[in-house]
């Protein structure tokens, strides 16, 4: 499967770099959930959610969800109508941390920028080329960087596009057409969303790389295989001990793993003797079925 080339990395970052420290012995005030879809970052939320340590982490600054935010927290919109990054991200900090002052929240690829811009003009002084992890560092404090991906890129992007076409991001979604369509099969929709993942995978790499910042690696087959190691492996090294025995798991993503192994099943057995030995289009197709 070919990938499209990789957007070069912005100038800003490119020209000025900044070094974090790697060997950083403090506590961080902020940590981000860096992702794509897909990867199973809602799980990995209400994992960290559940310790009591680790904040509070949502999606707070994904753009279309951020009227809603401030509607809930009450805050009142910038003369402009926009939503005043100057009240909300204290908002979201404080909806978002754990009495410990631990706030997290994810970040997709696409969203990094905007918060970035966003930011840049709540602390002029501190904008410009390069200023990405400083801006980000003077509204969240010290930060520590999570990076989920997936190694399966075809499966991520058979979830993708099933969701987008069908409006169900996850077992009992209550959203408004969730369920309305049945999902189809669709190749070049597959190879793009997958190409598309590929990229955003890059650019985050290059973001971390250019700014010096050594991320926490976690993979989705890692998560799914063992979820307490892996949200203690986050915890050991965002250096916090958790308040329970052990992260709980959302029962939402309990019923949607075990409806996608009955479904595998059920391909498996209705592909007969050939099972196992398709052609990588048809293996698409049964992913399609069957990805979660």
Known sequence: MAANPVAPVPERVKLYVVRMPTNSTNRPDAYFICATPR????????????TGVAGRPEAYFRAPDEQSWTERW???????????YAEF????????RTENGVFGAKLMWGTLDEVVDKL????PDDAGPGADLTLLTRAFGEIRFVH?????????????????QTGTWYIGDSTPGAGAVEPRFDEMGI??????????N???????SSFGIEPHIVRYEQLCADMVSATRGILDFL???PACRSPHRRSAFAAERRAERALDRTVQRSAGPTAGREPKESRLDVDFRCGF
Request: glycine share 6%; charged share 20%; net charge negative.
């Open 239 to 241: 250096q916090l001990e």
């Open 120 to 123: 840049a003009a709540v602390y």
């Open 89 to 96: 991200v204290p908002a979201a900090r404080a909806a978002g």
């Open 202 to 208: 890059a650019q985050w790499e290059q973001w971390f």
């Open 191 to 200: 190879r793009a969303y997958a190409e598309r993942i590929a990229q955003h």
């Open 74 to 84: 009450a805050l009142s919109p910038a003369a402009d109508g926009r939503v005043d």
């Open 148 to 164: 989920l991906s997936r190694d399966d890129v075809v499966a991520q992007a058979v979830s993708w596009l099933r969701a987008e």
């Open 39 to 50: 990867t199973g970052s809602s799980l990995l939320l209400g994992l960290l959610a559940s």
